[in-house]
């Protein structure tokens, strides 16, 4: 089956490809992506790890460095050995994997390429944000139809 996104870390040494819809995409404001990623939220999608591939030269541990969240041992974060940037976790709990969309491949007007299937549908841990999102999108307090909406 031929990808439905694909993409890369900064320098592009680390590059990856997703074979099926999200299970989940949306806007993070929890305090350990916060707290991982410097910044208010993230663009996170879940996959099941079986729609994940690693494209990049094999091996693929010679470009990747890999952090274990100490609060969630069961969730293993990657990032590329070269420029640091974060590119995807696995949760060994559930078998899935989560991208971020700034890592999405972009066309050459610098849109993400299939942001249809990528574009978030809501924002979850809303509760913990650092700034208010004015948009349309529901505010969860937790994952998005399995936690009190905010709305």
Not at 66 to 75: G, H, R, S, V
Not at 91 to 116: F, H, K, P
Not at 117 to 127: D, V
Request: net charge negative; charged share 15%; with cysteine.
């Amino acid at each position: 089956m031929s990808p439905l996104l694909q993409g890369s870390c900064f320098c592009q040494a680390v590059s990856y490809a997703v074979s099926a819809h999200p299970i989940l995409s949306a806007y993070c404001h929890c305090t350990s992506c916060q707290r991982l990623t410097s910044c208010p939220f993230i663009h996170t999608m879940h996959f099941d790890a079986s729609a994940f591939t690693w494209t990049h030269s094999e091996p693929h541990e010679s470009q990747l460095d890999f952090y274990d969240n100490i609060l969630k041992p069961y969730k293993r974060r990657y990032r590329c050995k070269t420029c640091g940037v974060g590119v995807a976790s696995h949760n060994y709990n559930t078998n899935r994997i989560s991208i971020w969309g700034a890592t999405l491949n972009r066309n050459e007007d610098g849109n993400i390429v299939n942001w249809d299937i990528a574009k978030p549908t809501a924002h979850q841990f809303y509760g913990t944000r650092m700034l208010d999102v004015n948009d349309d999108l529901t505010k969860w307090e937790g994952y998005e139809s399995n936690s009190d909406n905010l709305n």
